[in-house]
């Protein structure tokens, strides 16, 4: 006797239906039938009684249906067990975090998770946005932080930060006091930016094109405080996220000017990933339950 014909079994006598079980069970209705009759053969005794269009259980049906029922209440505690002890064995987590990303915020949702689940360990990995696609992708990753341009069918995500990219310019740079400009002005700048593995650098470049220019790029970089010392430099200007800019400003005020884009404006959207029809463990499964609890309610970057 099969376990799966037990299941099938069980859905019918929930639906007292062949149809509506079949479809819940996505397979034909012949096929269940066929599964059923096979059953009652190997039980030597028919299992239903078809009355007015309704299936009744014969005693031999309720006899069965008591015991299976018990037998998949059984194999959901085994689960629950089996899971249990996955989740013993696998207690680290690997995200991937963008260098621009306010690791503050995230080391207090690390803090909390791990307060409630002091055994588990934790691995970040600052990358940019392709890249950390690329690892949990290949397994490298359980989690990642990552700009969300458009939805990708590998990944399930969670949507947490919305903002705009804003201009970044030396203080005595001639735009610096101006409270918008289109992007279409800064054609003849030179832009400093973050390389290829950042998607921010492909929202920029893209951006630009679709206003007409391809940016000029003067230096390119992975670490954020080396695009803001070119910029104090007077080297180039960038474009950088609203929070990142607010940072910036509070720190450097007497060296760099922020302006905001108008024309167009440009999105940064942030968004926690992990790969989609992936087995995910207890812990996995905890964490992104905590992430939304935390990530949907709370601002990263509020002070």
Request: proline share 3%.
């Amino acid at each position: 006797m099969e376990l799966k014909h037990l299941q099938y079994f069980i859905e019918i006598t929930r639906t007292e239906n062949f149809t509506n079980a079949a479809e819940n069970l996505f397979i034909t209705q012949p096929a269940l039938s066929r599964i059923i009759k096979s059953l009652e053969n190997e039980l030597g005794t028919q299992l239903f009684i078809r009355k007015r269009k309704k299936l009744i259980l014969t005693e031999a049906g309720q006899i069965l249906k008591k015991h299976a029922l018990k037998i998949e209440q059984q194999l959901e505690h085994l689960d629950e067990e089996m899971n249990q002890a996955f989740m013993l064995k696998k207690r680290h987590v690997r995200i991937g975090l963008p260098t621009i990303t306010n690791s503050i915020f995230f080391s207090q949702l690390l803090s909390s998770f791990h307060q409630e689940y002091p055994e588990v360990t934790f691995q970040l990995d600052e990358d940019g946005s392709k890249a950390i696609e690329e690892k949990i992708i290949n397994g490298l990753l359980d989690f990642g932080v990552i700009v969300l341009r458009k939805t990708n069918s590998q990944f399930d995500y969670l949507l947490f930060v919305k903002e705009k990219l804003k201009l970044v310019v030396p203080s005595a740079h001639y735009l610096a006091k101006r409270q918008g400009v289109s992007l279409d002005e800064l054609k003849e700048e030179s832009f400093i930016m973050f390389n290829r593995e950042f998607e921010l650098r492909s929202l920029v470049v893209s951006a630009c094109r679709e206003a007409g220019f391809q940016p000029s790029i003067i230096s390119e970089t992975s670490q954020l405080d080396f695009i803001q010392e070119m910029v104090v430099s007077n080297l180039g200007i960038t474009l950088l996220p609203e929070s990142i800019c607010e940072e910036l400003t509070n720190e450097l005020a007497n060296d760099i000017q922020t302006v905001n884009i108008t024309n167009p404006t440009i999105e940064w959207n942030l968004a926690m990933v992990w790969k989609r029809d992936e087995f995910l463990s207890q812990v996995t499964k905890e964490f992104i339950r905590f992430a939304k609890a935390k990530l949907t309610t709370v601002n990263p970057y509020d002070s």
